[in-house]
């Protein structure tokens, strides 16, 4: 299976984006779906997962602000941004774990 990312863009601090990860195939086999993300000049960090039974998890940066969310009848992996800080700027890519990632999109957030 193939991930592709799309939904980014530039935005103003406080506003929101949706992005999708569309899947060349079925995601429902995989367990666990995630979204990364790489700013420049620092390590690429663990946003947002989900398990194919609706457990997410959020690095505590994005909680109360990020949501995550499956369709596995659409083979896609959302991620709501709101409140968007400019320090959410980054590429953002999404992995089926534990061996399949996405290329990026990116999201820049101007103050």
């Known amino acids: 299976v193939q991930l592709q990312a799309s939904g980014g863009g530039l935005v103003q601090a406080g506003g929101s984006l949706k992005l999708s990860c569309a899947a060349s195939?079925?995601?429902?086999?995989?367990?666990?779906m995630a979204w990364y993300r790489q700013a420049p000049g620092k390590q690429r960090e663990s946003v947002a997962q989900?398990?194919?039974?609706?457990?997410?998890n959020y690095v505590a940066s994005v909680k109360g602000r990020f949501s995550i969310s499956r369709d596995n009848a659409k083979n896609t992996v959302y991620l709501q941004m709101n409140s968007l800080k400019p320090e959410d700027t980054a590429v953002y890519s999404c992995?089926?774990?534990?061996?399949?990632w996405g290329q990026g999109t990116q999201v820049t957030v101007s103050s």
């Open positions: 992995r089926a774990y534990p061996t399949v």
């Open positions: 195939g079925s995601i429902a086999r995989f367990n666990v």
């Open positions: 989900i398990s194919s039974s609706g457990i997410t």
